[in-house]
């Protein structure tokens, strides 16, 4: 699909404006004044994908990440489509997305038809919007000669039934294009399984110095003060449902995000990533409680509705929307500051998607950055956007499933390694406790590596540091671990120093001396196990305490 006037794909009449800070709006007016504008990546994008086609790919990958401009970017490849005088089948997998879609392409003067039940048929028109489940009771479209096929959402709509069908079989001679913001999916198969290459905006970091995303700030808990996922169960690559609603619906979790948002997110425009239904009404119901606007969007929101509470979060009428499986796609209010996430995922995509909605730009509103709170781990997980390097695309035997290494534990008595939601070790028989109190300590800032790097604020990096200290204390692991980390995540080495009161605070008690001491001794390696380990100790409890330890041991066992 080469454009009619341009093999790049970009003709003359395109123009671009590096100012357009908030480029998809959620409703596009229903008489636009003219065709949306390019940022100039979203030019380059294109052109790379003209050149791909030029180069005989038929199936090809467009990476755009969240905030990237995904509404615009296949809107104007459609345009292209049509002046070429091809016909496009655009497939969606919502029905709310039907809607936006048709917007879009409204916005760019084109004619569509729809293979979606309620909406009228035209099956003359050059573009047709489909919906995959509407799709899957009709046969029509089968034979409609479509020249290109247009995958939104792609590592959904691509995956269905219907999305392989058309790929493979009623449509294979057609040029695919599949576009995603995450490249990694949940289950055995990948894109990299079905397509040949692919093309990409640039990776967040660089959005954001480019002034198109926001700057992030993220909080979390530690991992032993987070909902207890021993026992959730993993159904379809994900966690269980059913088993993450009883681990994270539960009064000590709903409260203490509450009271986190009052202490770092207080009075800013608030979205938060719930387990189900019920679970995000508890959660708007705690913020109703506490005196917020709060209100819940689910499946069950009729268009109508979800576009009346999207108003009203935008017009700051409704301080805090809560959701299950919703606002994670087809969502877009860049003033939203604030995410809450309380659902523990597996899955890349959701991840990525729910960090995007509120990593949007809004300088209308005065954002100047966006907050994440982090109540399921999901950042420690599975990462952050500033960390992601490249876009590539993953097959089945590079992947692990969409969410990494599965989880694992170490069994207490024996040290064999399982998944984290056995309860019995198969080896030696060690049962885990089927219930833990919830610790609901305060949330700290947690940084990405990109971010970790860029800091020169010594307490800022003693506190990293510490923080890597006192994981590798809990797990097991040497002091070493905790530097080799400290050094990945921050690109230096950290000062002796720094290693004071890392594991037990400044004034540790002598029982907390005897347990550094003993760990030292465990992970003490070399000729010198003796001298290594006063060095390491005084390090950590101060010049002169390894004398004075000895001393107290001297007087309890005499």
């Not at 299950?324 to 890349?348: A, H, Q, Y």
Request: hydrophobic share 35%; charged share 25%; proline share 5%.
């Amino acid at each position: 699909m080469s454009h009619p006037s341009s093999s790049a794909g970009i003709n003359a009449n395109t123009t671009v404006d590096e100012h357009d800070d908030e480029q998809q709006p959620a409703i596009v007016s229903a008489t636009p004044v003219g065709p949306p504008k390019l940022r100039p990546y979203q030019v380059a994008l294109i052109n790379d994908l003209y050149c791909e086609l030029n180069e005989g790919y038929k199936r090809v990958a467009i990476i755009a990440g969240t905030g990237a401009g995904k509404t615009i970017i296949s809107g104007q490849i459609c345009a292209h489509a049509e002046e070429a005088g091809k016909r496009l089948m655009f497939l969606v997998h919502l029905d709310v997305l039907v809607g936006q879609t048709y917007e879009k392409m409204k916005a760019f003067g084109l004619q569509c038809g729809f293979i979606k039940a309620g909406w009228e048929e035209n099956r003359d028109a050059p573009i047709q919007i489909a919906s995959i489940q509407t799709m899957a009771k009709r046969r029509w479209w089968q034979k409609w000669p479509a020249d290109v096929v247009f995958y939104d959402e792609g590592h959904i709509t691509l995956f269905s039934q219907v999305g392989k069908k058309v790929m493979t079989k009623t449509h294979s001679n057609a040029v695919h294009l599949v576009m995603t913001a995450t490249p990694l999916r949940l289950g055995k198969e990948q894109l990299g399984d079905y397509l040949e290459t692919l093309v990409s905006s640039p990776v967040p970091r660089v959005l954001q110095d480019m002034g198109y995303l926001s700057t992030m700030k993220y909080y979390s808990m530690p991992r032993d003060s987070m909902a207890n996922l021993e026992e959730v169960k993993t159904a379809r690559g994900d966690y269980d449902e059913k088993d993450l609603k009883n681990a994270c619906d539960r009064t000590e979790l709903v409260e203490k995000i509450v009271e986190e948002w009052f202490r770092i997110g207080r009075n800013k425009r608030t979205i938060a990533f719930c387990v189900d239904i019920e679970h995000a009404n508890h959660v708007a119901e705690q913020f109703r409680k506490a005196g917020i606007t709060a209100d819940t969007v689910d499946g069950n929101t009729s268009i109508k509705d979800r576009k009346k509470l999207y108003h009203a979060l935008k017009t700051g009428e409704l301080m805090v929307l809560t959701s299950c499986n919703v606002i994670s796609i087809g969502f877009d209010e860049p003033s939203v500051e604030v995410g809450l996430m309380l659902r523990p995922t597996k899955s890349s995509a959701m991840h990525f998607q729910q960090l995007g909605r509120v990593m949007r730009i809004s300088p209308q509103t005065g954002k100047t950055h966006g907050i994440i709170l982090d109540q399921a781990g999901n950042l420690q997980r599975l990462g952050f956007p500033e960390d992601v390097e490249d876009y590539s695309l993953p097959t089945r035997q590079k992947s692990s499933g969409g969410g990494g290494v599965p989880p694992t534990k170490p069994c207490p008595a024996c040290g064999r390694i399982v998944l984290s939601f056995v309860v019995k070790c198969p080896d030696c028989a060690h049962q885990w406790i089927s219930e833990r109190a919830v610790n609901t300590e305060d949330m700290v800032e947690i940084y990405s590596n990109d971010q970790a790097r860029q800091i020169r604020d010594v307490p800022t990096l003693v506190e990293l540091y510490h923080g890597h200290r006192r994981r590798a204390f809990k797990q097991g692991r040497g002091p070493g671990w905790a530097d080799r980390t400290f050094m990945d995540q921050c690109g230096r080495e950290p000062n002796p120093s720094w290693c004071y009161g890392s594991l037990a605070g400044t004034r540790p008690t002598w029982d907390d001396q005897i347990a550094i001491k003993d760990y030292l001794f465990e992970h003490a390696r070399g000729a010198n196990i003796g001298e290594w380990v006063i060095q390491e100790f005084e390090k950590e409890v101060g010049a002169g305490s390894w004398f004075r330890l000895a001393e107290y041991l001297k007087r309890v066992e005499g």
